[in-house]
């Protein structure tokens, strides 16, 4: 299932997913990492964060986090437990955020992928996602989708 995270309950679980899947494949300093973590809280709280679950009560398997800028939708973060990969959460999760997005007047979708992260970049490709251009700075790949004749989900 999936539902709108829950801060005191889900935010240490969903810290561990961004040390364990996502910062192995940053290209970022210890430094910058360091200030990212400090950072993390008051981030979340902008845009919006959804979780994959067992069920209601459990804590996240996967979850993403993303922020709507105009017509444009960005996924900031998006993270599935290891052990969870290859079940469709990923999939779920980017599925619900796409038509959460067009909903709301959406037009494309974009995400940044480490450069070293080939899982997460064939991930957003079968997803539709093309990729736009290569970021040397933060060592990133930019990848866009047009929303545009997306089919809302029910």
Same mark, same amino acid.
Do not use: W
């Given at each position: 299932?999936?539902? &709108? ?20 494949? +940053? =290209?970022? #300093? ?15 709280? =902008? ?8 069920? &209601?009560? #459990? ?9 709507? =800028?105009?017509?444009?939708? &960005? ?16 999939? +779920? ?9 067009? #909903?709301?007047?959406? +037009?494309? #979708? ?8 080939? =899982? ?8 539709? &996602? ?25």
């Amino acid at each position: 299932m999936i539902r &709108y995270r829950r801060p005191k309950q889900d935010d240490p679980v969903i810290y561990g997913l961004i040390e364990k899947e996502l910062v192995p494949h +940053s =290209h970022l #300093s210890s430094k910058e990492i360091d200030k990212i973590r400090r950072d993390l809280p008051g981030r979340m709280k =902008h845009g919006v964060t959804l979780v994959a679950a067992s069920n &209601y009560d #459990s804590d996240p398997l996967a979850f993403i986090h993303f922020m709507i =800028h105009g017509e444009l939708l &960005y996924i900031d973060m998006i993270a599935v437990d290891r052990n969870h990969q290859h079940k469709r959460y990923g999939k +779920s999760l980017m599925a619900k955020a796409e038509n959460f997005a067009a #909903s709301r007047g959406c +037009s494309r #979708s974009k995400v940044l992928v480490d450069a070293g992260n080939t =899982h997460a970049h064939l991930f957003y490709s079968k997803l539709g &996602y093309r990729t736009v251009r290569f970021v040397a700075q933060t060592q990133c790949y930019e990848m866009e989708k047009s929303l545009v004749n997306l089919r809302l989900l029910p």
